[in-house]
Structures are given as C-alpha cells and as structure tokens.
C-alpha cells in the first residue's frame, strides 16, 4: 500500500466525546445511567484508550471465554471479548420460553396507540437482506471469512493496536462495508415507516453500513452507536481529515496518513476500546421514556451497546426479531413483557408490518425510492464525476454500479435531508398514525 496525504488542512481537533467505550460482553452490567453524567469530554478531543502490547496479550487470553462468561466492563470501553463467540442458538430454555403470538400481540398494543415512543435497537441482521453479511453467522459471517488476512485472532480487525501495525486487514474489510455499495431493505424502510408514523422515538444501530440514512430516517432520529464511515481522522492524534480522501485512498489500496502526526488516518468507526459516539449518550434520555423496544438482528455481544436493552422500564414490553435467542431472551426466565419472534427477520418484518396495516405503504414507499434511483440514473451520465454529483443531490446508488462507483459517505446526510421527504418533515401529516388502523 502506498501513503496517500491529505491536501485537507486538518488541525481542527475532532469533537470531544465521553468515555463510555466498546466492549464486548453481553453479559456485562450496564453502568447506572448517572455515572455517564460524570465522564470529562476530552481537553484534545475524541478520546481513545491505547491499548499497549499486554491488552492485546490479555485480549488473546479472553479467546478461550465463552461469550456466556461475565466480562464486566466497568469503563463501559468497546472492547472485543471472545474471538470465537458463542453461537447462542436457540437453547431449549430459551425455546419454551419463546413468546407465541408475541409479534401479534405487540402489533395489537402498537394499534391501541400503547406504544407512541419507540426505541429501535439493532444490529447487522438487519442488513443481511441487502446483501451485507453479518458478523457471527457460522458460514457466512465476516469472521467466518477472515483467514486470508492472517489474523492472531478475528476481532484484531476491529483491534486499535493491529491497526496501528497493519491497517490492510481493516482496509480490505471496510472496502466492503463502505455505504453505498448495498441498498436498504424491507426492514430499514419498516423503521422508517415507525418515524413516519410518529411513533419511533430513536434508532441505536451498531451498523456501519449507512442504509439507515440511505432509507430515509432523518438524523435527529438515529444513533450511530459503532460509529461510520462519514467522518475520518488519524488513530493517533485524532486529527479530523476528510472522508473523501480517506475513501479514495482506501478504495484505491493507499494508506491515508495524517499531515499532523504522519500516523495511518482511519473512518470513525468505533474500534474496540475506543469511544463511542457522544449522540450514543442519548440514550440516558431515551430508555426512560421508551413505550415499546423492538431488538432485531443482533447478537447482543457488544457492550456497552448490548445492554443498552436492560435499561427500558421494566414494564416495557420488548420484542426481539432475530435468528435465535439473544441477551436477555436466553433466559429462562423473560420478563412478564417480553416477546420475541424468531425466524427470518424480513419475513417476520413483513409479517409485522401486514398485522399494522403498514405492508402498501412500506412497498410504496420502497418503490418510489427505487423510481427516484432510477430517475437519478437516466438524468445523471454515467462518469464517476456525475455519480458524485447525483450523490450529492441525495440520490441513493443505484445498484448496478454497485462494484465501480464511489458514493462519498459526507454525501450519506443528503440522502436524507436534501432533496428527498424525510419523515421528520412528514411526521406532522402522521400524526393519526398512532390511532389504530384496523
Ligand atoms: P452479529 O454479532 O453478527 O449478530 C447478528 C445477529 O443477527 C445474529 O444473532 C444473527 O443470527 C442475526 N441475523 C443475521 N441475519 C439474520 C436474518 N436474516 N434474520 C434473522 N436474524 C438474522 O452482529 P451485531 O450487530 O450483533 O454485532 C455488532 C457489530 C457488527 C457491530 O460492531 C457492527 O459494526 C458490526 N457489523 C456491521 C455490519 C453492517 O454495518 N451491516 C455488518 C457486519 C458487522
């Protein structure tokens, strides 16, 4: 790989941001909302916590624990835990405790008007209709396909150190979860409809793949939990530097290097043991005030996202739309409110959305999207130049130039806010939504 620099003037210190940090125990105990009032934004900006040679040795040691072993992160630091997680499956426990009929329940109290401030928790299952492997699916999964690079273990991609030492690993991945190579899917476009309806309080998705925004959920309403692609800065000084650059440099196998310090520049995804994003803290306001939390397509192995979903009330019902039984739905025992369908988690979206009344609207929806791409596609040439420029207008890809086209991440916002109807514009036209439909 060659060194590519920054023309970018890139002093700017990036914005401070708290403490609270990836990790990657499920199990682990979600810290009192009130200590998080307590973290110092950093005097130099975002904060990363170097990981030195005996982390990443202690890290080495956690491969052996088992993804159900107590790992608590008492930093509340994203961090990577077993390097072979545990598959949960579905365990007979979890099996008989399977609420039935839990998705139509939860669709009747949702068109009772019961649940007017939902949360949305999600992770890469919901990306996987779109083309976009999740990480721990035996097979499939990123981690499943990762000996190519060589790694001492799979999460050292997601590792700051290794980073520090081999950036291609991570390179050669993020080549491929770059937004703007996949489409949104029938599940994305469902959490819309959620926002559309008025009814959808906030996002949290760990995703990286920008089809959040992509679809259409306005900005006030997401959280990026594990960071994006839109930003990037160096791993070491923290200097801002523009994402473009870094995508090209990336997309063109060179290495962007920081003009402050020289160090490798990365996307502002979070890496283990770094920081979250300071909208992440968002979520002390959230969680007390949710009525209704949907989890869908996600492992729950990463703290301090994971327990995240501990700290609804506990007389909020929560639906769980996933593979198999995940987090606190593994327990024998589930809340008196808890619920969850699983299988596929398009079809039971689909299902769901047919119980609301929301299945038209959704495929409208969906499809007045697509006839924007396509509109975007005839009135734009097809030079890389103009691709931007289409981007820049807000026009989702259109996937057939999936494999050659840059979408520049930056230009994600505008698919969102600029030319398209977003929802926080056509919320107030929803307002009967909350009202029951049938
Ligand atoms: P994960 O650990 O791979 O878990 C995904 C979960 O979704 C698993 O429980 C799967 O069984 C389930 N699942 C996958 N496909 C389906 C399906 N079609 N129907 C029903 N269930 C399904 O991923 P998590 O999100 O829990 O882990 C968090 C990591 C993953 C974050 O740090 C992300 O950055 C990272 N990641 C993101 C993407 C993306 O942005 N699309 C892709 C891969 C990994």
């Not at 105990?29 to 030195?52: I, L, M, V």
Request: charged share 20%.
């Amino acid at each position: 790989m060659n060194r590519s620099k920054s023309s970018w003037d890139k002093k700017a210190p990036y914005h401070p941001a708290t403490r609270v940090t990836r990790s990657s125990s499920s199990q682990a105990r979600h810290r009192n909302p009130a200590e998080f009032q307590d973290c110092e934004p950093s005097p130099y900006g975002k904060q990363r916590k170097r990981q030195t040679d005996s982390a990443l040795a202690q890290d080495l040691s956690q491969m052996s624990v088992s993804a159900a072993d107590v790992l608590t992160t008492s930093k509340g630091k994203m961090s990577k835990g077993s390097a072979h997680p545990v598959q949960t499956g579905q365990s007979p426990s979890a099996a008989k405790s399977s609420s039935r009929g839990g998705l139509a329940s939860v669709a009747r109290l949702v068109k009772l008007g019961r649940c007017k401030n939902v949360l949305v928790v999600a992770g890469a299952g919901i990306s996987t209709a779109s083309g976009i492997p999740d990480f721990r699916t035996p097979g499939t999964g990123l981690y499943a396909n990762l000996e190519k690079y060589n790694l001492p273990y799979p999460e050292a991609i997601f590792n700051i150190d290794y980073f520090s030492n081999d950036p291609q690993p991570f390179f050669s991945l993020a080549k491929a979860l770059y937004p703007g190579r996949h489409r949104p899917n029938y599940i994305h476009y469902f959490i819309r409809m959620l926002n559309h309806k008025g009814l959808l309080l906030r996002m949290y998705t760990q995703n990286i793949d920008g089809l959040e925004k992509l679809c259409g959920i306005p900005d006030e309403k997401l959280v990026e939990a594990h960071g994006s692609f839109a930003t990037a800065s160096c791993h070491l000084c923290y200097t801002a530097y523009p994402a473009e650059e870094a995508e090209q440099a990336i997309m063109n196998d060179n290495i962007p290097i920081c003009t402050f310090c020289a160090a490798t520049v990365k996307p502002d995804v979070v890496f283990f043991g770094e920081d979250l994003p300071q909208k992440y803290f968002l979520h002390t306001e959230d969680f007390p005030k949710a009525d209704l939390l949907i989890i869908m397509g996600t492992s729950l192995q990463i703290e301090p996202f994971a327990s995240l979903v501990n700290t609804v009330r506990s007389n909020v019902p929560r639906l769980l739309l996933n593979r198999h039984a995940v987090g606190p739905f593994e327990k024998v025992t589930l809340r008196k409110r808890d619920h969850m369908e699983l299988g596929d988690l398009e079809d039971t979206v689909r299902r769901f959305a047919e119980m609301l009344g929301w299945n038209s609207e959704i495929e409208e929806l969906m499809r007045s999207q697509e006839t924007e791409s396509i509109l975007t596609l005839i009135s734009c040439p097809l030079s890389v130049t103009a691709q931007t420029n289409c981007h820049s207008r807000g026009a989702p890809e259109p996937q057939c130039r999936m494999e050659t086209s840059i979408l520049r991440p930056g230009t994600q916002r505008a698919a969102s806010s600029g030319s398209e109807e977003t929802d926080s514009e056509t919320d107030s036209k929803s307002s009967a939504s909350s009202t029951p439909s049938n």
